[in-house]
């Protein structure tokens, strides 16, 4: 992998960033295998969604125990550190697989749920919800500015298999209201995150992002990680608080 020296700057600029070749064919190959394996084990698990086929894992960590030791891979780490700092944990994974038999599409949207331990009462942390049994709540923006999600894919994504789609910038506007958000859709020129198997797509959760349903008969798995500059504000605590491989 090669990282990018403006990095920090591409994704604070766009709110995301293309990283080529962060795992090798045989980590993919093994992650493949590794949740095809928990998901045979436990298919009634609650946070494992079936829809003509597994299409969606809420809580990867969880149901795959050995993905959360994905935060200590290096080329992970560097990317993570590059744009959060040092001192990054790893809050929540889930997981993402497109096919033509489990086919969707994702309408224009930002990530405003964070997954937590326990529900607390903390200004500025509301509505509150459950999914899959974990307490999810939407912080103030400022905590959303300082995550970044990491979207490993294990399959060449284009867009006829459902490739993610963005609008560069959309993130500066913070929490967008349905007009803002129809507004920016209209003004602006997305551009679709192509990528190879084994590359990273780098956002930030306020990002307006969607996706088409896939027009192909390849798979499109992604791992979805959640990655944060720090804790929470007490006594909230992130689902997961699991650091990064030291620099």
Request: net charge neutral.
């Amino acid at each position: 992998m090669q990282l990018p020296p403006d990095l920090a700057d591409v994704v604070r600029r766009d709110g995301c960033a293309i990283v080529e070749a962060v795992l090798t064919d045989d980590e993919v190959n093994s992650l493949r295998a590794l949740i095809e394996e928990a998901i045979a084990a436990q298919p009634e698990k609650e946070s494992v969604r079936d829809r003509g086929g597994v299409y969606a894992i809420r809580n990867l960590t969880d149901v795959v125990p050995g993905v959360r030791q994905l935060r200590l891979h290096a080329n992970l780490s560097r990317l993570v550190a590059a744009v959060l700092g040092p001192g990054a944990l790893l809050g929540r994974g889930l997981f993402f697989d497109k096919t033509a038999e489990s086919n969707w599409g994702i309408f224009w949207h930002q990530d405003l749920s964070i997954a937590v331990r326990r529900r607390e009462q903390v200004d500025g942390f509301r509505p509150w919800s459950v999914k899959a049994g974990i307490p999810h709540v939407q912080p103030p923006p400022e905590i959303l500015d300082r995550m970044l999600t990491v979207r490993l894919h294990l399959d060449d994504c284009s867009e006829a298999n459902g490739a993610l789609r963005v609008i560069p910038g959309s993130h500066r506007s913070a929490r967008l209201s349905l007009p803002e958000t129809e507004r920016l859709q209209q003004n602006s020129k997305p551009i679709t995150c192509e990528i190879g198997r084994g590359g990273a797509v780098l956002m930030k959760p306020l990002l307006l992002h969607s996706s088409h349903k896939t027009v192909s008969d390849t798979r499109r798995r992604v791992v979805h990680l959640e990655f944060a500059a720090g804790p929470l504000p007490e006594p909230l605590e992130w689902y997961h608080a699991d650091p990064i491989a030291p620099s």
